[in-house]
Nanobody, 116 residues
Framework: VQLQASGGGLVQTGGSLRLSCTYS????????VAWYRQAPGKQRDWIAR???????NYADSVKGRFTISRDNAKNTVYLQMNNLKSEDTATYYC???????????WGRGTQVTVSS
């Protein structure tokens, strides 16, 4: 199983990006799926998750700015990021939530860099 995140890039403060993550098999159809991020020197933390019923939860740091969605037919989860800040600079990953049972599924992630 591979988790392929894409859509990252360099953007100015206040800009927007849309990340996508595709899984090679529909292993998450019965799981919550989440976006995580890891800044240099920091641990990887979840920032947004969506369960099988499309109920969403967000970390306080991104609430009101980021929106997570999923398309089970396409085995894809999205993260719409608006009003980006420099502190959003990190490598972004997707995985199940909680991720511990799927610790071997982390992909390379996609880099997001927000410049002021």
């Amino acid at each position: 199983v591979q988790l392929q995140a894409s859509g990252g890039g360099l953007v100015q403060t206040g800009g927007s990006l849309r990340l996508s993550c595709t899984y090679s098999r529909n292993i998450f159809s019965n799981n919550a799926v989440a976006w995580y991020r890891q800044a240099p020197g920091k641990q990887r933390d979840w920032i947004a998750r969506i369960d099988r019923g499309a109920v969403t939860n967000y970390a306080d740091s991104v609430k009101g700015r980021f929106t997570i969605s999923r398309d089970n037919a396409k085995n894809t989860v999205y993260l719409q990021m608006n009003n980006l800040k420099s502190e959003d600079t990190a490598t972004y990953y997707c995985n199940a939530y909680p991720s511990a049972p799927y610790r071997n599924y982390w992909g390379r992630g996609t880099q997001v860099t927000v410049s002021s």
